[in-house]
């Protein structure tokens, strides 16, 4: 791909032969670099409304705060409040393509480009209208390490902190030669574009994954090897069948009579989390010789309802040898790792593939909000429709490969977000210096 040609190209032309350094009041800058207030090289900086516009239902027109910038963009979402064409010409402020728009208040410094979207600013987000050469080294500038520790030197606040817009105004801005300022804006815009690539990519997969595993682990398509071929012939065409999970699965009791004390809370969206980091202090009882004992590969349901989780989150364990869970978990282990395949029900958990049956045995409990009151017995009897050993393990690997692919993915986009996050801090102080083309 061209953009990682460029990215290439880019850490071959870094140097900073030849260049002679100045003090400043932001350290050591080339000496043909300039330090200026950002008032000072910008047209106006001013914060949204002060106070609520009239809603309307829906329209063309949004109200947004600092918090609906995010990865450079103005996020438009569900929750985002509409406002009538009336609200938004009586309220919009003086707004240029690419004015710089940031959060000043809760989130400091997120930020974002303007583009022709019809909104209507809230107090909460600030803009900067910039001169036209300069706007793309200043949209990075001011994501800078150096803004960020002059944000932290500004806010004020001790629950809900804030920028103000004197302070932002005065915000100390390193400025190179233009042709210089928009070699950096160019080169950092290249990683900012595999970035975003990379990112639709991730969502692209995962996508992918969730359809793969709503028609594989339903049984709504089946692998082609499981169907009878273009002749007629039958390869493995073996019914999926349907059985209690108490045919399949034995219910784990064990104390915790070894004193392992590695106690573990479930999260939907985590998995098996120490209770330390997902709390930030340990909730469980001193004594923990009455807590459930689980080991790896084993099963876990929580009856606790969540975001996206209405009827509670089954999970397996993986990252840990053994751990020590609440009773009031619901824990259990394959009857026969050779009849059926941990890895198939892995996923078959994770697609919420319980919570038919669920939703005929739940009901909230009394003894704390979101608690379902499931029996282990009502849990056992549930029904669910599987297929045989060989498209269990069929199926699960088709998943763990492009779990696979998604992880690959990540690991890139963390890459690259911190190479993007190396190169600022060099380029934008000057450490090293990119060859520019002759005019």
């Known amino acids: 791909m061209c953009i990682f040609n460029d990215i290439l190209l880019t850490y071959r032309q870094m140097n900073n032969n030849n260049t002679t350094y100045k003090d400043s009041h932001l350290g050591k800058i080339p ?12 047209e106006k900086i001013g914060d949204g409304l002060h106070g609520t516009p009239e809603y309307v239902s829906s329209s063309e027109y949004y109200f947004i705060n600092g918090n609906n910038l995010k990865d450079g963009l103005v996020q438009i979402n569900a929750d985002t409040k509409c406002v009538s064409k009336e609200e938004y010409l009586k309220h919009k402020k003086e707004l240029k393509y690419k004015t710089i728009l940031l959060s000043i208040n809760g989130t400091i410094g ?15 987000a600030a803009y900067i209208n910039c001169k036209d050469e300069n706007v793309d080294y ?69 996508l992918r994954k969730k359809w793969l595993m709503q028609q594989l682990l339903s049984g709504k398509k089946r692998l082609p090897v499981f169907t009878k071929s273009s002749a007629g012939k039958k390869r493995f065409n073996a019914a999926w069948q349907g059985v209690r999970m108490s045919d399949v699965f034995k219910r784990v009791t064990r104390k915790n009579n070894e004193t392992n004390s590695n106690v573990v809370t479930i999260s939907a969206q985590r998995g098996f989390v120490r209770q330390v980091d997902f709390f930030n202090k340990l909730v469980a009882s001193d004594i923990l010789d009455n807590y459930f004992l689980v080991e790896k590969g084993e099963f876990c349901y929580n009856k606790s309802y969540s975001n996206g989780y209405p009827w509670g989150a089954t999970k397996r364990l993986n990252d840990f040898d053994k751990a020590v869970v609440t009773t ?25 593939l ?17 608690l379902l ?39 890139k986009f963390k890459k690259l977000k911190e190479q993007k996050k190396g190169l600022m801090q060099v380029l934008l102080t000057g450490k090293k210096r990119l060859k520019i083309k002759a005019l």
Do not use: M
Not at 31 to 42: A, S
Not at 160 to 168: A, E, T, V
Not at 389 to 395: F, L
């Open 110 to 124: 997120s930020i974002a480009f303007y583009k022709n979207e019809n909104i209507v600013l809230g107090k909460s």
């Open 354 to 370: 319980l919570d038919r049956g669920l939703t005929q045995i739940a009901h909230e409990g009394g003894r704390a909000h979101g």
């Open 328 to 352: 009031l978990y619901i824990c259990f282990a394959l009857k026969d790792a050779k009849a059926h395949s941990g890895d198939f029900f892995e996923h078959f958990f994770k697609a919420n």
């Open 31 to 42: 000496g043909d670099w300039e330090v200026k207030e950002l008032e000072k090289i910008t």
């Open 373 to 411: 009151n499931v029996t282990p017995g009502d849990f056992f009897n549930l029904t669910i429709t599987i297929p045989s050993k060989q498209e269990q393990d069929a199926i699960a690997q088709v998943l763990q490969t492009s779990d696979k692919e998604i992880q690959l993915l990540k690991t």
């Open 138 to 206: 200043l949209y990075y500038y001011l994501q800078s390490q150096s803004t960020v520790n002059f944000f932290e030197g500004e806010l004020t606040g001790s629950t809900i902190r804030n920028l103000s817009l004197k302070s932002i105004r005065e915000i100390p801005v390193s400025l190179p030669p233009l042709p210089e300022q928009k070699r950096i804006a160019q080169v950092l815009s290249t990683w900012d574009e595999a970035i975003t690539k990379t990112n639709q990519l991730i969502a692209q997969k995962e």
